[in-house]
């Protein structure tokens, strides 16, 4: 499986961003994906896991703000970011996991995006 994450971008305080995440393969509905992102000088750290019934799981920071969805169809799944705060900045990346239940462990997932940069401005 290879992931592409995009739609990263920079935006102010209080805004919002939809990243997504195309993966290719034809066993993408039988994974579940996550993201996590990492910040400059911190370790990378769980956001949304979502299985592959479309059960959602989020860190507490996000629970409220963001949503994790997926389009099976099309192979993508999706992180809906709203109320964006500063602290939100970090590269997010996209991953998924064979097993196809939802993890906050990034030592579950089989397979990594690249990331793309995320930039909230005070």
């Known amino acids: 499986v290879q992931l592409q994450a995009s739609g990263g971008g920079l935006v102010q305080a209080g805004g919002s961003l939809s990243p997504s995440c195309a993966a290719s393969?034809?066993?993408?509905?039988?994974?579940?994906m996550g993201w996590f992102r990492q910040a400059p000088g911190k370790e990378r750290e769980f956001v949304a896991s979502?299985?592959?019934?479309?059960?959602?799981y989020y860190a507490d920071s996000v629970k409220g703000r963001f949503i994790i969805s997926r389009d099976n169809a099309k192979n993508t799944v999706y992180l809906q970011m709203n109320s964006l705060k500063p602290e939100d900045t970090a590269v997010y990346y996209c991953?998924?996991?064979?097993?196809?239940?939802?993890?906050?462990?990034?030592?579950?997932?089989?397979?990594w995006g690249q990331g793309t940069q995320v930039t909230v401005s005070s």
């Open positions: 991953a998924a996991r064979s097993s196809g239940w939802f993890s906050a462990s990034s030592y579950d997932y089989d397979y």
């Open positions: 979502i299985s592959w019934s479309g059960i959602t």
């Open positions: 393969g034809r066993t993408f509905s039988r994974y579940a």
